[in-house]
């Protein structure tokens, strides 16, 4: 691949430049996994897609402010997911967000069932999470922060952030089961 | 197997890419972003040519201030009696009961050695423009202090007497009132009553800022968001008590005190310039205290108060009322220097400079952005004149 003729380093300098060579590099190197990643929040390609163009171009604009500190992907994926919790405030009045009461389903999925789903199923779930509990799920089964640090991020109570992402789970667990049934 | 453990290899195993429309959509925002560059750079150089008049007239100002305050500090004239008295020989000098009362230039007093400091002097020395029979005597007694033929009256900075006779009152005297001036001179007597009351008008010129995490962002070079410097301006009344020689109490209400911020940020995929504009009544309460003896520097402290009227933000000219957004009252605290300039009679011209600095939050949230997310307060650099009229 062209990316593996440069260094890190030199993709960032380039990106730094402005140059629009490195900067699509630097896209197709992290897009899918981030664009992954936007989905989990977004529960659905348009939002996503949405998501991920404006988390790259924060990238671009504020690369300098990298500095070759840690890792660029680490750096890359705090952007698109602050950029995605914003998002996502924004469309849905930040004050209500975490406020919302999702209804239990305690349905449990088997193990098979998991393994055989499609994205679209999986995203059709996803979606239908209010998008604070979206929010926590993510942050804590995939970027595997505490509830203290999602509450403090959220600025919502551990407490909150707790229950939140127990409802979460079981009602998309509950929910995909009910898919595959 | 565990659920959060499968949802996340799920996010992380995602093998789909984003479409291209995406990349291109990128793209053209990087693309606006260098045409917002050079327009923000022509847009900057034409702000660099717009700034210096704003510190034109905040230079202006502080010039007169300084300059006003220099010149009578740093130069005074020193006006020997006698040769104001060839001119026109009215001279009244009046001694204690063990001397005789002499009137005229020729009839000086003995020299007594440094002892003429506590004779009771009074002298009329009256210069190129002096009325015939200036009432002088109808000046307040007991404190060194000289009128103008105008009516105006101000103290005797350093009242000297002459080494070598030991009679003529030596009496330094700004430049300005060399042109017609009734002269009393009467040293170690009761001070006169200082306490009065005041009443006037002011205006000022203000750069203010409202304060916030955004604001204050835009101030840092590599911010998305851009604060620019804004300015609004205030008036209103003022009035007051003379407490003592050295301490007055003021009270301003600004019939209206404008607040503005304007600043650039990123929206939607495009830079728009934003300004916030807040126009408020404001009360405040200030103690003065004067910081030189014969000069009349005053530096103040106080509070105030500021009451809400109306507030819009404007978006690439697109005005929309934001009052349900702030809190209806603002409060914080004052403190600045001002700088009399007698006008003649019981008249002055104040100028000086204030900071206000608002201590609480006067953000009320919405529906978008909660409170402790955007805690905002206000500050102000203000440029002030003002006119008054005391009253003894």
Known sequence: MERDLYTEEEIVRGCIENDRHFQEILYRMHARKMYGVCMGYAGGRPLAQDMLQEAFVKVFRNIRQYGGKGSLEGWIRRIVINTAIDHLRKENHNMYLFNEDITENQHRMADETMSVMETKDILAQIAKLPEGARIIFNLYAVEGFSHNEIAARLHISAGTSKSQFSRARKLLQGWLQQTNV | ?392
């Open chain 2, 1 to 392: 197997m565990h659920f959060e453990r499968w949802y996340k290899q799920w996010i992380e195993g995602n093998a789909e890419s984003p479409p291209e429309k995406v990349w291109e959509e990128i793209q053209d925002s990087l693309d606006i972003d260098l045409v917002w560059h050079q327009v923000s750079g022509g847009l900057d150089r034409s702000a660099k040519k717009r700034k210096p008049l704003y510190w034109v007239v905040a230079a202006s100002f502080l010039l007169l201030i300084g300059s006003a305050g220099l010149i009578t500090y740093f130069f005074p004239v020193t006006f020997l009696p006698t040769h104001v008295t060839d001119v026109q020989p009215v001279l009244h000098r009046t001694v204690p009961d063990d001397m005789p009362s002499i009137l005229g230039r020729e009839t000086a007093l003995p020299a007594r050695g440094p002892t003429p400091l506590s004779l009771n002097v009074r002298a009329s020395f009256p210069v190129q423009g002096l009325r015939p029979g200036y009432p002088f005597e109808s000046a307040p007694t007991g404190l060194p202090y000289i009128t103008a033929a105008t009516g105006e009256a101000f103290p005797v900075t350093t009242p000297t007497m002459d080494s070598e006779t030991g009679i003529h009152p030596i009496i330094k005297i700004s430049a300005k009132e060399q042109t017609g001036i009734n002269l009393a001179y009467v040293p170690g007597s009761e001070k006169p009553q200082q306490s009065g009351y005041f009443a006037g008008i002011s205006a000022q010129l203000a750069n203010t800022w409202v304060r916030n995490e955004k604001t204050s962002a835009g101030l840092q070079s590599g911010s998305l968001t851009d604060t620019r410097p804004s300015f609004g301006n205030s008036i209103g009344l003022i009035a007051g008590r003379t407490i003592s020689e050295n301490l007055v109490l003021h009270v301003g209400f600004d019939i209206i005190s404008q607040k503005r911020q304007a600043y650039n940020e990123y929206l939607r995929g495009q830079y728009v310039a934003t300004s916030l504009e807040m126009d408020y009544t404001k009360l405040s309460f200030m103690a003065g205290y004067k910081l030189h003896a014969d000069l009349p520097h005053w530096t103040f402290f106080g509070v105030y108060a500021g009451y809400l009227q109306n507030a819009k933000s404007n978006i690439n000219g697109w005005a929309e009322p934001v009052s349900e957004n702030f809190t209806t009252m603002d409060y914080g605290v004052i403190a600045g220097y001002e700088y009399y300039h007698s006008l003649g009679g019981h008249w002055q011209l104040g100028t000086g400079i204030f900071a206000n600095y608002g201590l609480t939050n006067i953000y009320t949230g919405d529906g978008l952005i909660p409170v402790h997310l955007n805690k905002t307060k206000l500050l102000s650099f203000q440029l002030g004149i003002s006119l008054r009229y005391s009253v003894f």
